[in-house]
């Protein structure tokens, strides 16, 4: 086989490769310790602590694996998120835009 086809099969494989690799970056690291039982208007949701702050969430994207109803907390994630811009509420609400358990 001539150098050139081995070169461009080699080439052709390591594309296929890298392309289906999933992108598991994540921007944060956290954990979901529980829900929020409080009966206020900015109340509800979830906690998760992400570098020392607790945040609150409402809830997660559709495509995630994880139903808090049936989980045990706490437990770790990595996730991608953002703060909420809820204006009455608190600061510390944030959407989750990706998460997947640790």
């Not at 150098?3 to 690291?29: M, T, V």
């Not at 139903?67 to 045990?72: G, M, P, Y």
């Amino acid at each position: 086989m001539k150098p050139i086809y081995r070169l461009l099969i080699c080439i052709i494989i390591l594309g296929f490769i890298c392309c289906n690799q999933d992108n598991s970056n994540f921007s944060s690291k956290g954990i979901i310790t529980g829900p929020d039982i409080r009966m206020c208007a900015c109340c509800g949701g979830w906690y998760i602590q992400i570098d020392s702050v607790t945040y609150e969430f409402d809830t997660l994207p559709v495509n995630s694996d994880i139903d808090l109803q049936k989980e045990t907390f706490p437990f770790f994630v990595k996730l991608d998120w953002q703060l909420s811009d809820k204006g009455a509420c608190p600061d510390k609400r944030i959407t989750v835009q990706r998460i997947i358990k640790e």
